[in-house]
């Protein structure tokens, strides 16, 4: 049998989903079997995921008027993730009504 180490900070930062190092510390903590020789940087860069899923979207004008039924008025966001997810998933979208 084949066994794999890897021990890469930037390569599990992706793998679980881009969490802060905080997080990441606790991982190694409370995780079976979890590599140990992980070394978390010092100097640690922002990956692109992360630098996309922190950036703000742009914001809708204001508006005075209000919906006076269900589903007259629906609000939509379409999202892309940063990084293509485990299924393949690249899109996100919310619905909310008024």
Known sequence: MLSLQIDDYQIWHKCVGHMSE?????????TWNFPESIKIPK???ICTGCELGKKPSRT???SSSCAKENFEL?????KEFPVLL?????????FLDD
């Not at 905080?22 to 409370?30: E, I, P, R, T």
């Not at 629906?74 to 379409?78: P, W, Y």
């Not at 485990?86 to 919310?94: A, E, L, R």
């Open 22 to 30: 905080g997080a990441f510390k606790q991982l190694g903590n409370s």
């Open 86 to 94: 485990y299924h393949k998933y690249k899109y996100f979208i919310v």
């Open 60 to 62: 809708f004008k204001e």
């Open 43 to 45: 100097q640690i860069s």
């Open 74 to 78: 629906i609000h939509l966001d379409l």
